[in-house]
């Protein structure tokens, strides 16, 4: 049994409700939106303000679109990134990362933290890495890997890609429980390369090295 109210008949627009218990609005036939056990808004916009330009919109199928003010703001992509200030994923320094922010301003490409308490803890960005093969693994990590990467890159002409510097923390021996070793390395790139070349690192032990990686006066560069 459907049963039928119409609110206006001049544009056709229809509650029509069946006995799967969902209710659907339709306009000249075409069904808008559909209430029952989910919320089925079919691909429309649902406008959250007064002025209709503040809006979640799906019309791309497997994309969440959040406009504010009548522009997109924030894109959920059919992989599961989030894009802010963008709607079409970029490759940075040899990734698309999870999240993504762009903007053509300072303001609108940056990431601000600040933390407010009566001591002296500050806010903090932390990387971690683990052997593991699923969230929240503990699989101790080995001598070589790398536990965070900071990188900068920048357009060259033809895309972001190519990174010019990064900062990497390596594992520099072997870890056990509450002991993780670790170096830092500082690689540039030279002109007319694409690919970063260590500069310097700070072993585990404190020693400073300048254009060399082995520890020792009988290889070249500088030690400290």
């Given at each position: 049994m459907t049963c039928k109210l119409n609110a206006d008949t001049s544009d056709g627009l229809k509650f029509v409700s069946d006995t799967?218990?969902?209710v659907d609005i339709q306009s000249n036939g075409t069904t808008k939106f559909s209430v029952g056990s989910t919320i089925d808004c079919q691909g429309n916009e649902l406008v959250?303000?007064?002025?209709?330009?503040?809006?979640?919109?799906?019309?791309?199928?497997d994309?969440?679109?959040?406009?504010?003010?009548?522009?997109?703001?924030?894109?959920?992509?059919d992989?599961?990134?989030?894009?802010?200030?963008?709607?079409?994923?970029?490759n940075i320094g040899g990734a698309e990362c999870?999240?993504?922010?762009?903007?053509?301003?300072?303001e609108k490409s940056s990431i601000s933290l600040k933390n407010?308490?009566?001591?002296?803890?500050?806010?903090?960005?932390?990387?971690?890495?683990?052997?593991?093969?699923?969230?929240?693994?503990?699989?101790?990590?080995?001598?070589?890997?790398?536990?965070?990467?900071i990188v900068f890159a920048g357009a060259d002409g033809t895309d972001s890609r190519t990174q010019g510097a990064v900062i990497i923390a390596a594992v520099d021996g072997?870890?056990?429980?509450?002991?993780?070793?670790?170096m830092l390395k500082f690689n540039t790139t030279a002109?007319?390369?694409?690919?970063?070349?260590?500069?310097?690192?700070?072993?585990?032990?404190?020693?400073?090295?300048f254009a060399k990686t082995d520890s020792g006066f009988s290889t070249a560069g500088h030690e400290i």
């Open positions: 799967s218990g969902t959250l303000d007064a002025d209709a330009d503040t809006s979640i919109h799906a019309s791309t199928d994309k969440i679109d959040f406009k504010i003010g009548g522009t997109d703001q924030i894109q959920f992509d992989n599961g990134r989030i894009l802010q200030g963008h709607t079409q994923s970029a999870r999240l993504q922010i762009q903007g053509t301003t300072t407010n308490s009566n001591d002296s803890t500050p806010p903090t960005i932390r990387f971690a890495k683990s052997r593991g093969t699923s969230v929240n693994s503990e699989t101790v990590v080995q001598n070589g890997d790398e536990l965070g990467v072997t870890p056990g429980s509450n002991d993780l070793p670790t002109d007319g390369a694409s690919d970063t070349t260590e500069r310097m690192r700070i072993s585990q032990g404190g020693e400073v090295q």
